[in-house]
């Protein structure tokens, strides 16, 4: 996202903003909502450590953690291990997937590339790998992932288990460019599944939530690494609504980023090139985002006036472009927390469900100063997953991890369902188990794949038992 600071912001506002701040009592308020969240106890009574998601959504006291290093290891955890077994990757899930009482697991211990096949361009690694390591072992041998999420801190098991994804023109979420998996069952065998064997397991284990066993090898499909030039530029809102189908159709990759209250996005689009190198200079988005809450603070019952200044401040940003290998540009840096939900709606739905949910939130919460996402995914063949024989448009709303995110549910996800939207499995939803038999065609098959699998219900918290089902 494009440079802007706070101090161009409260210039901008001059002594108006300062007046509004004093005399609308909003100082008190502001530092109320800027209090921290309160923390959780480090140990339960039993002496068990906190484990806590990188958001602070989701925590639990785990009787056991273990990283095991070798398959043998983990078929043996997966199936003697306290129950319930529950797989961990980096933390960036918001949902309630990982918390367990029983086995936390995380597969630090099996990481790094097996083997590659050049003339296929396939390359063979460890699920345990994190995407950012990923993407430099794969340059080495001249290969790159299709595409990549906006953070590159997953590992590539969990990114596969809840069905993380880019964005682009034709370009699958990263579980459609797995060919081979191996899954580790928790009765302790270790599967080999692919389109031929193990072919039913291959389809509905892809995108799993980790409740099917644990992946442990992932053999992917990639392409030639190459150069891409990544361009950011402010536009107004509207224009890049009317413009979104034509824009999403020119470029590799493109998204955009709606900056509310301020009538204007930010147009993140990436394509091949031969240009020489001009890398990335030093990460703005976190300056930028604490600019818009500062906005907020000081403006958010003048939304005219918000409005005024963002628009004037954000139009003298010039474009930043910067041109390298696609792995160093496609994922960012988000050193600041936050809270999201993000669902999955048909194509041709979704720039119509971007203007409901943008006139929601402006008319609904002034509050609201974090960004919202729009990306596009391919459909895919997967079973669970999100894109399952659909194109779909993505939209993911934010709250700033201090302040509430009751308004997700109360005012953005019917919205979203309105428009047939699936959630994404790592993000946060209130659906059930009838929901998502509705919105997954092959969801009962999936779920009678599972209990075959797991017929103790191991791998299964209690989260996981409400919307999945056992017996």
């Not at 949902?95 to 590339?113: I, K, M, N, R």
């Not at 081979?180 to 080999?192: F, Q, V, Y």
């Not at 988005?285 to 003048?302: C, G, I, P």
Request: hydrophobic residues 40%; aromatic residues 6%.
């Amino acid at each position: 996202m494009a440079r802007i600071s706070r101090r161009a912001l409260l210039v901008g506002g001059g002594v108006v903003g300062a007046g509004a701040l004093t005399a609308g009592g909003l100082a008190g308020r502001r530092l109320w909502l800027d209090r921290e969240p309160p923390e959780p106890p480090l140990a339960d009574k039993a002496g068990n450590l906190l484990w806590r998601n990188w958001a602070g959504t989701a925590q639990s006291y785990p009787a056991r953690r273990a990283a095991p290093a070798s398959e043998d290891e983990l078929a043996t955890l997966l199936k003697s291990g306290p129950a319930p077994v529950r797989p961990v990757g980096s933390g960036h899930s918001f949902s309630q997937l990982v918390p367990t009482e029983g086995t936390l697991l995380t597969l630090d211990g099996l990481t790094g590339l097996v083997s590659h096949d050049a003339a296929k361009r396939q390359a063979t690694v460890w699920a345990g790998t994190r995407l950012r390591e990923l993407g430099s072992a794969l340059a080495a041998i001249g290969q790159e992932m299709p595409n990549l999420p906006d953070i590159n801190k997953q590992s590539l098991a969990g990114a596969l288990a809840t069905g993380t994804h880019g964005t682009g023109k034709g370009l699958k979420a990263l579980h459609g460019e797995v060919i081979a998996m191996r899954l580790a069952t928790p009765s302790g065998e270790i599967l080999d599944c692919d389109a031929n064997r193990n072919a039913d397991i291959f389809n509905a284990a892809r995108v799993n939530l980790g409740a099917f066993g644990v992946v442990t090898q992932v053999t992917l499909q990639n392409r030639p690494l190459t150069r891409v030039r990544k361009r950011v530029e402010i536009r107004p809102t509207r224009e890049v609504l009317e413009d979104w189908p034509a824009l999403r159709a020119r470029h590799r990759n493109a998204e955009f980023l709606v900056l509310p209250f301020t009538n204007r996005c930010a147009v993140i689009t990436h394509d091949v090139t031969s240009d020489p190198v001009q890398p990335r200079g030093p990460d703005a988005d976190a300056e930028t985002l604490m600019s818009l809450k500062t906005l907020r603070d000081v403006f958010e019952f003048a939304p005219g006036m918000r409005r005024t200044i963002a628009a004037r401040e954000l139009d003298r940003i010039a474009p930043e472009i910067a041109v390298d290998e696609g792995w160093k540009l496609l994922s960012n840096e988000r050193p600041v927390r936050f809270k999201e939900i993000e669902y999955h709606v048909p194509i041709e739905a979704h720039v119509a469900a971007l203007r409901d949910v943008i006139d929601a939130v402006e008319t609904h919460r002034r509050d609201v100063f974090f960004p919202f996402e729009a990306r596009i995914v391919a459909a895919d063949d997967a079973w669970l997953s999100p894109f399952y024989q659909r194109e779909s448009g993505s939209v993911a709303v934010h709250a700033y991890y201090k302040e509430d995110h009751d308004f997700f549910f109360a005012l953005i996800e019917p919205i979203l369902r309105r428009h047939g939207g699936r959630p994404h499995w790592g993000k946060m939803n209130s659906l059930g188990a009838q929901d998502f038999a509705a919105l997954y065609p092959r969801w009962r098959d999936a779920m009678e794949i599972r209990r075959a699998l797991d017929p103790q219900g191991r791998m299964l918290n209690p989260y996981l038992k409400g919307i999945l089902g056992h017996g």
